[in-house]
């Protein structure tokens, strides 16, 4: 072989190697838990944050590139960190959620979390998945194309993250830790923010009130971030439309829009284009409330939109924000999603299920006093999933004990339907339904099992839209409705050419969802509503998902500095 030759072909390998590491790369990252001194709402509090930042760092990587995050935990209370929406295919020892994959990782104590990012682009996220810790400790994880591709719309003149949270003066974990002590709903929040300023609207806040900047005739990209824990919003800027083009790091048909509606988890990446007078404009955030007679938070967040060389000094523009239980407008919003291209949706189903989603009411126990039981009637309130309101374990995780064969952990028999078949939505349901039972139940999947699954609010106690986030996976949306889901009549709305791919659908108030997607990713995932307060009380359940044929359809095996209980 001539030397010519041999270099042609060294030659050749290394631009392989070089692009593939263009394509691809590891990204490291720190992450240290620590106690914070905040300010907010002309109060001072130490609140747990990360590397000292409220919201925590945004992580910005291309579809493709491998994370390692190593998180340290100098804080006082056990934590684990979810990435939200992120596959995680055969990784989920990555995942996050506390005692679901991994246990918590105690004070002083760090753990890695490794996983890629496979076939996604767009706005996810990253949050705290322990207690009420994901109050303060959450930030934005964007997802750029690959280098080489592009987004399927224009590329936008800038981009910016901006992420919807909720506040609390009292320390979050001691908000919960009340609530479960005494049975009675937690406290609201006292406000809500974006990008960790609750804004103008509210008591020494103005000065730290988040600044958009654009120019005229500037095209900006807004990746907007329900990271509240208890409230589905509703957002707008003054003056401007926005056209929706991806929605949890997917994309989407565009179509435009006035308004907004994030349930907590979800992401939407709008399109904004700078074509009004160059003045400032409210961007803002504020509460949809589809729970009758619960209390919430009624205040509005505000940031602004600031065209450069604005020389008015005159207050923002304000927008017109839909009323608080606007149901209408957020199901006309809902309709509009639609996947970019026609996507491959299962036809055939191999298990469907039928889950029953909502509140409920604990009789109070008899060694409890009065003021352990101020729930509805001298009550405790619970949530369920066909009627098993779910129990976290708390010495091993469930997917160490699937993994290791350790018995006793949790139990394969949650039902693939509810127990009693009612008026789900009705006004009368019998009282003897309020009351679930508690377990750590798991329903088992198959490897390559097509799954559909109908999600059904219920009216015990009261109904609500609930955002029902699936952990490990994407879903396609294929119908929503109101009333009880019929077989008979509603199959024939569903939508299997071009269903929105989400991980978090917003079930309906007194209504009905319906998704479908595949298993094939092994492991143990959540199901669990994105409402915080609900989690706590029960409304969660797990799949878990056989191992298929060959390593690249096995479970990882564990890292080495998994946390122990």
């Known amino acids: 072989m001539t030397t010519v030759h041999t270099f042609s072909i060294l030659l050749f390998f290394c631009s392989l190697l070089s692009a593939s590491s263009i394509i691809a790369k590891v990204q490291h990252h720190d992450f240290v838990v620590q106690e914070t001194p905040v300010k907010r709402l002309c109060k001072t509090r130490n609140s747990i944050t990360v590397n000292g930042m409220f919201p925590g760092p945004t992580i910005e990587v291309n579809n493709g590139d491998t994370l390692e995050v190593k998180v340290h935990n100098r804080g006082r209370y ?22 679901v994959t991994q246990c918590p990782i105690r004070p002083g104590k760090s753990y890695t979390y490794r996983f890629t990012i496979q076939g ?12 009420w810790l994901r109050a303060t400790v959450y930030g934005a994880l964007i997802i750029h194309p690959t280098p080489g591709s ?4 224009p590329k936008p003149d800038r981009q910016t993250a ?7 003066n009292a320390n979050p974990v001691d908000v919960i830790n009340e609530a479960t002590r005494t049975g009675a709903a937690p406290n609201i929040s006292d406000a809500y923010t974006i990008n960790g300023q609750p804004g103008d609207l509210y008591n020494c806040s103005t000065k730290e009130t988040v600044v958009v900047p654009i120019n005229s005739g500037e095209t900006s990209l807004l990746r907007v971030i329900n990271a509240a824990l208890n409230q589905p919003l509703f957002f707008a800027v003054a003056n401007h439309k926005l056209t929706v083009v991806g929605a949890d790091a997917s994309y989407l048909k565009p179509f435009t829009t ?12 709008v399109l904004l284009t700078a074509n009004q007078p160059p003045k400032r404009y409210y961007i803002a955030a504020r509460a949809y409330q589809s729970a009758q007679n619960a209390p919430f938070d009624n205040t509005t967040t505000t940031a602004i939109l600031q065209y450069n060389k604005t020389t008015t000094t005159s207050p923002p523009i304000k927008p017109v924000l839909p009323a608080f239980n606007d149901t209408n407008t957020v199901t006309s919003f809902s309709k509009k999603f639609k996947s970019l291209r026609d ?48 129990v976290l374990p708390s010495n091993f995780s469930l997917l160490q004990a699937h993994s290791n064969g350790i018995p006793g952990v949790f139990t394969t028999d949650f039902p693939a339907k509810p127990p009693v078949k ?4 009705g006004n009368n349901i019998s009282r003897a339904l309020f009351q679930p039972v508690k377990g750590t139940k798991v329903y088992k999947l198959k490897y390559g099992s097509r799954v559909q699954v109908v999600l059904q609010d219920t009216n015990i106690v009261t109904s609500e839209n609930h955002p029902i986030h699936l952990h490990g996976y994407d879903f396609y949306i294929v119908a929503q409705g109101f009333g009880n889901f019929d077989p008979k009549k509603d199959t024939s709305k569903f939508n299997l050419v071009d269903p929105p791919l989400r991980n978090t659908v917003a079930v309906p108030v007194n209504g009905w969802a319906v998704i479908r997607f595949v298993a094939d990713n092994p492991g143990v995932w959540l199901m669990h509503c994105h409402l915080d307060v609900h989690i706590k009380w029960g409304l969660a359940m797990a799949f878990l998902v056989d191992n298929g044929v060959g390593e690249l359809e096995t479970l990882e095996a564990p890292p080495h500095d998994l946390p122990v209980c």
């Not at 996604?120 to 207690?131: I, P, R």
């Not at 592009?150 to 719309?153: G, H, L, M, Q, R």
Request: some cysteine.
């Open 150 to 153: 592009s987004f399927p719309f």
């Open 78 to 99: 056990n934590i684990t960190i979810h990435w939200h929406g992120v596959r995680q295919i055969r990784t989920g020892w990555a995942d996050g959620p506390e005692f």
């Open 120 to 131: 996604q682009e767009g706005t996810l996220w990253w949050h705290a998945h322990s207690s």
């Open 343 to 390: 996507v491959v949706v299962p036809k055939t189903i191999d298990d469907s299920l039928f889950f029953t989603i909502g509140l409920g009411l604990d009789n109070c126990p008899k060694n409890f006093p009065q003021n352990r039981c101020q729930g509805l009637n001298g009550t405790r309130f619970t949530a369920s999933m066909n009627n098993v309101s779910f």
């Open 422 to 425: 009612f008026d789900f939505t």
């Open 258 to 269: 006035n308004v907004l509606m994030l349930g907590p988890g979800q992401t939407t990446d």
């Open 162 to 168: 901006l992420v919807l949270g909720e506040w609390w």
